[in-house]
């Protein structure tokens, strides 16, 4: 703990990517103590409020405060991609895992499915598993999970393709080790940090794409407030004057993103500083 406590102190980009991360992530845990507002409670004769000391993010076209209705948000959309980043890490990271060491008909079958996947843009792939299912939180995290799947085996089955040719591994192998003890005791503790690089990667992709699936209707579903969704709702009113329905779920995302991925691009240079020299 003290030792990556340094690293980031010592890491402009990752300090900062980690304190807004870190800020975002207490604003969504604990923000309702500091703003006990309900996001859904509804005053027509407070409706389209710009931002004061009684609504400081102003308040939506039935009244609502965007405050509680950000907070919510944020707590939504980060719950959500969490849960989409844990899921496609256990999936993806597993059949990766396996392909790599098992080969043969397994690692071909597994393989060419990731592939057909991968012929699709994410976002489009997302859209598409998202549509076939119906609008919904459930249909959201389900296109996005199995969008994101094939970069965690690709990843994993090329580190594992690596490292079973390592003495140490035909070794155990040799001894009559399992599959599963080889990749508890010799394989996970090497592909760490490779994990950790691409789950932050992942989770900046779902933030985006799960605002991209609710502004287009096909995420969480209103009343609901999520940052997309948000958006969307201050669609009508931003050629009107009231900019703030949609300025804060917007930047909030931007936010959120953005850190995200200097904590994945840090983590990288970190961990993996060939493939920066390579990129360069």
Known sequence: MRQALTIISRDTELFVGVGVFTLIAAMAAFGWLLWPVDPLQVDVL?????????????????????????????????LVA???????????????????LWGGLFDMLVSR??????????????MAVAIGLGPGITSAVIGVVLASIPWY?????????????????????????????????HILPQTTSTILI???????????????????????????????????????FALTGQWWLGFFPGLGIFLLAVSANLIADRLRDIYDPKSTVGAG
């Open 46 to 78: 407070d409706s389209l409020a710009p931002p004061s000391l009684d609504h400081p993010m102003g308040t939506d076209d039935v009244g609502r405060d965007v405050l509680a209705r950000f907070i919510r948000g944020a707590q939504v959309s980060m």
């Open 82 to 100: 969490l849960a989409v980043t844990v899921l496609g890490t256990l999936i993806g990271g597993f059949l990766g895992l396996l392909a790599g």
């Open 113 to 126: 499915i990731m592939d057909a996947i991968l012929a699709f843009p994410p976002l489009i792939f997302a």
């Open 153 to 185: 085996f690709r990843l994993l089955r090329s580190e594992v393709l690596r490292i079973r040719t390592l003495m140490y591994v035909d070794s155990a192998r040799a001894l009559g080790a399992s599959s599963f003890r080889l990749i508890r005791r």
């Open 198 to 236: 691409q789950a932050s990667s992942v989770f900046s992709f779902s933030i985006l794409t799960l605002a991209a699936l609710g502004f287009v209707g096909l995420g969480v579903q209103p009343p609901v407030p999520e940052w997309g969704t948000m958006i969307t709702e201050g669609l009508a």
